[in-house]
């Protein structure tokens, strides 16, 4: 009797254990789907403070790092604030340094591309900057040279910063400053104009038995009552500069001397060669100009940067203007060879030595 009695016990206990199992599964899959808030309850429930913590840890990190950032993002206007002229100087330089290290970059990739395919591969651009960066390497150097010694930086930076003109490039100047100091550069030059002139006047009875003398005796008298050859004219007289005393090998010191400095060339040894040496690199961007779609395609600050090169002052002067200049600038370079160089130097007297902008220029 005991025993059966045991066995229906066991059953039971076992059969009330399965029934809970049983029971447990169901309440499982029943409450699934609420099962993710249930837990996100449950985990707030039991981890409250340390997740506000936490969360304040992390906000004031984000707070102070924002500030931080923010000060250091405009740290630059605060010290422009206290010292503006110190930061007007700093922004100068910087920025001047990275137009002349970009520009001193392609001068080289430049001259990499001249050393294989000639000058004549370049575009105009590309010879525009082939021709003057050296003259800017040699000017900025120094500076850039002393300023990297202990605390030199402190002297020569203001000094440069108070003459930009004499020791600084156009990579360092503001627009104003380009502008005002292009205009002394042609100033400058076209100082040399009469000089050159009384020059040329000086010599005309020496070619009184070559055939085209009277036709430059014609455009002295143009020059001299105040108007211009056009470019038949001059082109008619080019043999005239093929012999002496005209020629480059037989101008005077004093003459090759009063070229150099309307061509804006150093002008105290190899005069001649000097002379030479730009004569092929105007020439070249002449050809450059006429195979990039002639004058009328240039951009107005490439015609402005044209005219000025070539001895023209181009302020205030109206495109069309400018476009008929340089065309007639350009025809006459076409019939120009080797053997008559100085013709080419000439041409700032024959094209401009009335011209109301340059008159300006040499009587204020």
């Known amino acids: ?56 840890r992390e906000n004031i990190k984000s707070y102070f790092f924002v500030r931080f950032f923010n000060y250091i993002q405009n740290y630059d206007k605060v010290l422009e604030k206290k010292f503006p002229s110190a930061m007007h100087i700093y922004r100068v330089f910087s920025i001047g340094v990275k137009e002349f290290f970009n520009d001193t970059k392609m001068f080289f990739k430049i001259n990499s591309i001249v050393n294989k395919q000639g000058l004549k591969s370049l575009t105009r651009k590309e010879m525009e900057l082939f021709n003057q960066m050296p003259k800017d390497m040699m000017k900025v150097s120094p500076v850039l040279l002393i300023s990297a010694l202990p605390f030199a930086n402190y002297v020569i930076f203001p000094l440069a910063y108070m003459y930009p003109r004499t020791f600084l490039t156009s990579h360092f100047w503001s627009l104003q400053q380009r502008a005002e100091f292009q205009q002394l550069y042609i100033k400058e030059r076209t100082a040399y104009n009469k000089k050159i002139f009384r020059k040329l006047q000086q010599n005309l009875n020496a070619t009184v038995l070559l055939p085209c003398h009277n036709e430059f005796n014609y455009v002295l008298g143009l020059l001299g009552s105040g108007t211009h050859p056009t470019a038949d004219d001059i082109i008619k007289i080019k043999d005239i500069f093929k012999n002496s005393p005209y020629k480059l090998d037989s101008l005077t010191s004093s003459h090759l001397t009063y070229l150099c400095k309307l061509h804006g060339i150093h002008s105290l040894y190899l005069k001649r060669v000097r002379l030479a040496e730009h004569f092929y690199a105007m020439q070249t961007m002449d050809q450059a100009i006429k195979s990039e779609g002639d004058v009328h395609n240039l951009p107005i600050d490439a015609l402005r940067k044209s005219c000025y090169l070539r001895g023209l002052n181009p302020i205030n002067l109206p495109n069309h203007e400018m476009i008929r200049w340089l065309r007639e600038y350009l025809k006459v370079s076409q019939e120009i060879s080797t053997d008559c160089i100085s013709l080419y130097l000439h041409l700032p007297i024959l094209l401009t030595y009335n011209h109301p902008n340059n008159w300006r220029l040499t009587h204020k």
């Open 1 to 56: 009797m005991s025993s059966i009695l045991l066995r229906n016990f066991r059953q039971h206990n076992r059969l009330v254990r399965q029934t809970f199992v049983n029971w447990q599964k169901v309440n499982y899959y029943s409450s699934d789907s609420n099962g993710d808030k249930q837990d996100s309850k449950k985990i707030v429930k039991k981890e409250p403070m340390e997740v506000q913590k936490k969360s304040s």
